[in-house]
């Protein structure tokens, strides 16, 4: 589960002013309006209009805002929140009151952040050291990871992370079973490993069992679980170090899920790959892909996001769109009916950031 980052570039002002919504699975307030009601259509997040990045994992949702404070709320069993305790909240609760917070990401019951100093902090569910603090003890309040202060950005699969480093450099560690670490090996560390030795990494992206990054070159390589070929190497093989996708060199962005993923390339075009059981690729089918598949034929998408069988996806034009599982309203339709091609939520043109978790959606609005 990639860092739910901002994007000044794309901002539609210098001093943007994005709301927080939320819609799909509640059962732990992950949604953060006070309840555990769940809801097929987005609902705002309170008033305020100073959130800047979001991120979420199974049943928990976390976000920093312009001021730089940490707020999280949802499921909170293994400490997630980082509020010291391991109750569940059903509305967003500060962490703590410093205001040097930069990126979040989350993983099934854990969660990374790299503070304004480049330090990375973890707290949460820590049954295979995925928190990268030598051990495998659980926290319910951040913990610094190592003492640098190199650290740029971070991602999550289910029980593994990954951090890229300025010097260009990927680091992955946790639980390593299907080679999601990318160490050529299937071992769980608990601690910080460097993944080859390279220093021309550029983004990291990682769901599931599966991790993903794009090169400074923008050529797309991805490693781990496999199954349902949603590495996109065209095959069903299972990978312990990094594999290039195909031999583009135009990649700009990526959502990874579970069993899928979506990318969007520099022309703004929007593809796909792996798992398709519910139509979550996009394509107007249910058949699954084990290499990239343009989704239509527009080259307007900005950002996207998927997570267990269902995506969803902005436009340049501030639209939102969702297609795939919707069981508990996740696709944001009203309904709980399943599609296989990308459905328009509402009509709003002020969509900005989206960010998928387990079942729930979450999306930022100016």
Known sequence: MQDGAFNPLAAPTPNYQLGLWGWGYNINGQIGIGNTAYYSSPK????L???????GGNTFSTAIKTDGTLW??????????????????SSPKQVGSLTNWATISCGSGHTLSIKTDGTLWSWGRNSVGQ?????????SSPK??????????TACGYFHSVALKTDGTIWTWGQGNYGQLGLSVTTNYSSPKQVGNLTNWSSVYAGGYITVAI?????????????????????????????????????KSVGVGYSHSWAIKTDNTLWSWGQNTYGGLGLGNT???????????????????????????????????????????????????????????????????TYCEFYTALALQY
């Open 215 to 251: 090169k400074t070159d923008g050529s797309l390589w991805a490693w781990g679980r496999n199954q349902f070929g949603q590495l996109g190497l065209n095959n069903a093989t299972y990978y312990s170090s990094p594999k290039q996708v195909g031999a583009l060199t135009n990649w």
């Open 44 to 47: 705002q997040v309170g008033s």
């Open 144 to 153: 610094q990871v190592g003492s640098l202060t190199t650290w740029k950005s």
């Open 287 to 353: 058949t699954d892909y084990s290499s990239p598949k343009q989704v239509g034929a527009l080259s307007n998408w900005l950002n996207t996001s998927c997570n267990y069988l269902y995506s969803t996806a902005v436009k340049t034009n501030g639209t939102l769109w969702s297609c795939g599982q919707n069981g508990q309203g996740q696709l944001g339709l009203g309904n709980t009916t399943y599609y296989s091609s990308p459905k328009q939520v509402g009509a709003l043109t002020t969509w900005y950031v």
């Open 131 to 139: 928190l990268g603090l030598g051990n495998q003890t659980y926290y």
């Open 49 to 55: 209009t100073n959130w800047s990045k979001i991120s």
């Open 72 to 89: 999280t709320w949802g499921g909170n069993n293994y400490g997630q929140l980082g509020l010291g305790n391991t109750t569940a909240y």
